[in-house]
């Protein structure tokens, strides 16, 4: 087995175990044993159990937010922000995300750097990428932006996009949406944020 294979089997036990368990049991000797491997040989792919979390958290925020895209480049704005807002589907992690920001949230206070980094690698970059667009659009007259405006833009049109992730938490029934209705609520919220951010 090569070291990626080694390390995707380690990074999907971490992931399940975190998801079922929580940060806490998310040992490294229970990882070892999840997926038949030595400690020793964990510890040669991940410096420290920090390490090891923080890439399985970094790899979610990869596969789930997008970057920006050479396909969308010269599209219009709003393709270009909607291509961004939409988060990709994937069934492997099921209701993984949500588990795992719950244990994240809990932990937080014991592994404030790993919570940095889980904030750092998903959405403070998503974030960056839509400030990059907005700062880009305002550049070139599309938006009434100043270069400093453009961060906290980029954040509230996220939070105009995806809602509360704390009322997700409390009552994922009412407030985890279907796919269609989350692309509703995408599709509202860039319309709604352009109209008011454009030139008048």
């Known amino acids: 087995m090569d070291q990626e294979t080694r390390e995707e089997l380690v990074l999907d036990a971490a992931t399940q175990m975190i ?24 510890y040669t792919m991940f410096d420290s159990r920090e390490a090891l979390l923080g890439a399985c958290f970094a790899r979610i925020g990869e596969r789930i937010f997008r970057s920006r895209d050479s396909q969308t480049e010269g599209a219009p704005l709003e393709d270009r922000l909607r291509h961004l ?25 014991t592994y404030p750097k790993l919570a940095c980094s889980i904030l750092e690698t998903g959405a403070l ?5 839509i400030a990059r667009e907005l700062s880009e659009a305002a550049e070139r007259g599309e938006l ?14 996220m939070d105009m996009a995806f809602g509360n992730g ?21 599709d ?5 944020f352009l109209d008011g951010a454009r030139p008048r």
């Not at 998801?19 to 070892?32: H, K, Q, W």
């Not at 970059?125 to 990428?129: A, F, I």
């Not at 509202?188 to 709604?192: D, H, N, Q, W, Y």
């Open 19 to 42: 998801a079922e368990r929580g940060l806490e049991d998310a040992s490294v000797a229970a990882i070892a044993r999840q997926v038949h491997m030595s400690k020793r040989t964990i």
């Open 85 to 109: 807002l939409t988060l990709n589907e994937e069934p492997s992690l099921n209701e993984a995300p949500l588990e795992l920001l719950r244990a994240v949230i809990t932990s937080a206070p």
């Open 125 to 129: 970059s998503l974030r960056t990428h």
């Open 144 to 157: 009434a932006l100043r270069p400093e405006q453009c961060d906290p833009a980029a954040e509230m049109l």
């Open 166 to 186: 704390i009322h997700k938490l409390l009552d994922p029934q009412r407030y985890c949406a279907s796919p269609e209705a989350r692309a509703t609520r995408r």
């Open 188 to 192: 509202r919220a860039i319309s709604l």
